[in-house]
């Protein structure tokens, strides 16, 4: 089992910045991919951006130059979000796969792009 927690979600400006952390606990050991999806309302869920143990990062095109996604260690996932637009307004949802190829989602945060 593999436990994922979520922070940094919140309200921000049109340009502004956030950056949104996604821990892993239990059997972290397991987790190979590690990523971000989101859903907005009324829409399907979407993959964000995603990064392998090894480092190699893919990101959906509507991000890409904007957003970066960093694994600061097997546990640990971070994305960093810049010149956010109001289209990026959504919950996120950390996503972690195992080697065993089981699939978890953390709890989501809400990411509200405002003026």
């Known amino acids: 089992q593999v436990q994922l927690v979520e922070s940094g979600g919140g309200l921000v400006q049109p340009g502004g910045s956030l950056r949104l952390s996604c821990a892993a606990s239990g059997s972290s050991f397991s987790v190979n991919v590690m990523g971000w999806y989101r859903q907005a309302p009324g829409k399907q869920r979407e993959l964000v951006a995603a990064?392998?143990?090894?480092?190699?990062a893919n990101y959906a095109d509507s991000v890409k130059g904007r957003f970066t996604v960093s694994r600061i260690n097997a546990r640990t996932v971070k994305l960093q979000m810049n010149n956010l637009k109001p289209e990026d307004t959504a919950v996120y949802y950390c996503n972690a796969n195992t080697f065993g190829g089981y699939v978890y989602w953390g709890q989501g945060t809400q990411v509200t792009v405002s003026s």
């Open positions: 990064i392998s143990g090894g480092g190699t």
